[in-house]
């Protein structure tokens, strides 16, 4: 796909990787519409991205109405977007044993519903027009290596990598391309910002200075997305912790147990 004079929708545009992805798109020659449910992130994105920028919206992914309404103004400018990027996602921490149902359903939400609800609210009318596109749906690592002591996270992306590769089939034929992007550590807020309990709670700022340090710039990620809308591969990971982690697990699983292991010892230190 060509983006100039593309239209891209992004989720969670506000900040990390939606924020550089939506400016990806942008400096590629796409317009882009942006939502997010921070409406000073969104101010700040419009100022940087001036005419290149369509339409922000403050919305919740989990809402089934805020997304439906988001996308009837959507479809009221245009007949069909051509990119859909469901970024949105935040993170919770902690064993199953100290995870609330009432933080499973805020995950699941956002991170599953909400890539649901971007799907399901803007890929019909892609079919629709029926001159194709592309969905980007983001993943994780932890969608392909199921780490101990963030059960609720990677149940999480596993779904969204299961349902990322039904869906690229079911949408083949309509020629709209569907990528699950995996990415390993990246130095966004979504630990800060998340919900962690037991250990990790307890060493949040640990873990927050952690990802800051260590992570790839969401830069990087919005580079591998805009990639991946031009090639449609149905996978792709992101940094050499991701590429290691997912080679392993498919090449040498009983090396990924010990892994799992250690990791869960170092957790707990």
Same mark, same amino acid.
């Given at each position: 796909m060509k983006l100039e004079r593309k239209v891209a929708v992004?989720?969670?545009?506000?900040?990390?990787?939606g924020r550089a992805t939506a400016k990806a798109f942008a400096e590629a020659g796409a317009t882009v519409i942006a939502c997010? *449910?921070?409406?000073?992130? #969104?101010?700040? +994105? =419009?100022a940087e +991205?001036?005419?290149?920028?369509m339409l922000t919206r403050r919305v919740d992914v989990a809402s089934r109405a805020e997304m439906a309404a988001f996308a009837a103004e959507v %479809?009221?400018?245009?007949?069909?977007?051509?990119?859909?990027? /469901? /970024?949105?996602?935040?993170? *919770?921490?902690?064993?199953? #044993? &100290?995870?609330?149902?009432?933080?499973?359903?805020?995950?699941?939400?956002? /991170? #599953? $519903?909400?890539v649901v609800h971007g799907c399901h609210f803007f890929v019909p009318k892609m079919v &629709?027009?029926?001159?194709?596109?592309?969905?980007i749906n983001i993943s994780s690592i932890l969608g392909i290596y199921p780490a101990p002591g963030v059960t609720a996270y990677v149940a999480s992306k596993f779904a969204? #990598?299961?349902? @990322?590769? @039904?869906? $690229?089939?079911?949408?083949?034929? %309509?020629?709209?391309?569907?990528? =699950?992007?995996?990415?390993? +550590?990246?130095?966004?807020?979504?630990v800060a910002d998340g919900r962690m309990?037991?250990?990790l709670g307890q060493r949040r700022a640990s873990v927050v200075d952690m990802f800051r340090k260590q992570g790839l710039a969401? &830069?990087? *990620? =919005?580079?591998?997305?805009?990639?991946?809308?031009?090639?449609?591969p149905a996978v792709r990971t992101v940094g050499k912790d991701a590429w290691a982690v997912n080679a392993l697990t498919r090449l040498a699983p009983r090396i990924t147990q010990r892994l799992g292991g250690t990791l869960s010892r170092r957790l707990a230190r």
């Amino acid at each position: 796909m060509k983006l100039e004079r593309k239209v891209a929708v992004v989720t969670g545009a506000g900040s990390g990787i939606g924020r550089a992805t939506a400016k990806a798109f942008a400096e590629a020659g796409a317009t882009v519409i942006a939502c997010d *449910v921070d409406p000073a992130r #969104l101010t700040a +994105l =419009a100022a940087e +991205l001036g005419d290149r920028l369509m339409l922000t919206r403050r919305v919740d992914v989990a809402s089934r109405a805020e997304m439906a309404a988001f996308a009837a103004e959507v %479809h009221a400018k245009v007949p069909a977007v051509d990119i859909v990027v /469901n /970024n949105a996602g935040v993170a *919770v921490g902690g064993t199953f #044993l &100290e995870t609330s149902l009432d933080d499973w359903d805020w995950l699941l939400g956002i /991170n #599953l $519903r909400g890539v649901v609800h971007g799907c399901h609210f803007f890929v019909p009318k892609m079919v &629709e027009r029926g001159s194709g596109g592309h969905v980007i749906n983001i993943s994780s690592i932890l969608g392909i290596y199921p780490a101990p002591g963030v059960t609720a996270y990677v149940a999480s992306k596993f779904a969204v #990598l299961g349902f @990322s590769q @039904s869906l $690229r089939s079911e949408l083949a034929p %309509h020629h709209i391309g569907v990528t =699950a992007i995996c990415p390993g +550590l990246i130095a966004t807020q979504i630990v800060a910002d998340g919900r962690m309990a037991g250990d990790l709670g307890q060493r949040r700022a640990s873990v927050v200075d952690m990802f800051r340090k260590q992570g790839l710039a969401p &830069e990087r *990620v =919005a580079q591998v997305i805009v990639d991946a809308v031009r090639t449609n591969p149905a996978v792709r990971t992101v940094g050499k912790d991701a590429w290691a982690v997912n080679a392993l697990t498919r090449l040498a699983p009983r090396i990924t147990q010990r892994l799992g292991g250690t990791l869960s010892r170092r957790l707990a230190r």
